[in-house]
């Protein structure tokens, strides 16, 4: 059974496989494909979560990722509620379970 402290970790994984696939993407598409999927969760919920997203967001990414790949509580929570999903393909987000060593999830 995966402790907290095992999922908090492999969710910095998958936000540091997701940053570098940002950083590598002039375009910034992952962001942007961030943005939109926040919008879309702030217009269906007030969650202070998504509130804080949307602020976090509006940034650019240079001050973004330091957020994403923050070894904190405060970061640990934003990766629970992170709007990133999609940026990394289903392959790849199975072969970091893999890695981690949860193919199970």
Not at 31 to 57: K, T, Y
């Amino acid at each position: 059974m995966r402790t907290h402290a095992d999922i908090d970790r492999r969710s910095l994984l998958l936000a540091r496989a997701v940053a570098q696939r940002i950083d590598d993407d002039a375009s910034r598409q992952g962001l942007e494909r961030a943005r939109q999927v926040c919008a879309r969760w702030r217009a269906q919920s007030d969650s202070p979560a998504i509130q804080e997203w949307a602020a976090i967001l509006a940034a650019p990414w240079e001050e973004v990722r330091p957020i994403l790949l923050e070894e904190s509580e405060r970061g640990q929570r934003l990766r629970q509620s992170s709007p990133f999903c999609g940026v990394l393909t289903p392959r790849k987000r199975w072969q970091l379970y893999r890695e981690f060593g949860d193919g199970t999830q």
